[in-house]
T-cell receptor
Framework: QKEVEQDPGPLSVPEGAIVSLNCTYS??????FMWYRQYSRKGPELLMY????GNKEDGRFTAQVDKSSKYISLFIRDSQPSDSATYLC????????????FGEGTQLTVNP | GAVVSQHPSRVICKSGTSVKIECRSL??????MFWYRQFPKKSLMLMAT?????????EQGVEKDKFLINHASLTLSTLTVTSAHPEDSSFYIC????????????FGEGSRLTVL
């Protein structure tokens, strides 16, 4: 079993839709949870960073962490064509850790 | 914002040759940089942690003699793929933390290696 499971998609939605992206994990020691966005042939860029359980909102993006269920989510409101990318969840045990464990990424296409 | 730059972005080489990929932190110093490998539609796999002034720490299963890492300065780490084979073809990405061990991790734009 992989430590982090993420549906690779692809996911296709119309512009303006609410997008829900999810990851599940098996390692209960994970405490730091991140979402990265990766455009084609580019490196990942950090979107959201959360510690432990709870919600965090930044503009159109909301990250949720439910440690009891080992489940994290990223919601994108009012999705735009420019949001089309691969979204990777990542998590680590320590804040200083280099040992980010990534999901496989979900490929999202927002159609105008 | 912080920028991590990789060069070259794309490289094609023949089997048996060696290829060097550079990773630079452009506006901050990074005592530690990280090298990842990403196969198409797959997640990033950490290959090694590059430490300035000391030997790199390799992940289990990564051949240190095949993937040579040198962190010569606080802003530059290099990954050399030695005696490259077609199975080494991949997308290689580096990252570096800004602001010490708890700072944000910034990724380079990746280097696509194709070995013929």
């Amino acid at each position: 079993q992989k430590e982090v499971e993420q549906d690779p998609g692809p996911l296709s939605v119309p512009e303006g839709a609410i997008v829900s992206l999810n990851c599940t994990y098996s390692n209960s020691a994970f405490q730091y949870f991140m979402w990265y966005r990766q455009y084609s042939r580019k490196g990942p860029e950090l979107l959201m960073y959360t510690y432990s359980s709870g919600n965090k909102e930044d503009g159109r993006f909301t990250a949720q962490v439910d440690k009891s269920s080992k489940y994290i989510s990223l919601f994108i409101r009012d999705s735009q064509p420019s949001d089309s990318a691969t979204y990777l969840c990542a998590m680590s045990v320590e804040t200083s850790g280099s040992r980010l464990t990534f999901g496989e990424g979900t490929q999202l296409t927002v159609n105008p | 914002g912080a920028v991590v730059s990789q060069h070259p972005s794309r490289v094609i080489c023949k089997s048996g040759t060696s290829v060097k990929i550079e990773c630079r932190s452009l506006d901050f110093q990074a005592t530690t940089m990280f090298w990842y490998r990403q196969f198409p539609k797959k997640s990033l796999m950490l290959m090694a942690t590059s430490n300035e002034g000391s030997k790199a720490t390799y992940e289990q299963g990564v051949e240190k003699d095949k993937f040579l890492i040198n962190h010569a300065s606080l802003t530059l780490s290099t990954l050399t793929v030695t005696s490259a084979h077609p199975e080494d073809s991949s997308f290689y990405i580096c990252s570096a933390r800004k602001g010490g061990s708890t700072g944000e991790l910034f990724f380079g734009e990746g280097s696509r290696l194709t070995v013929l």
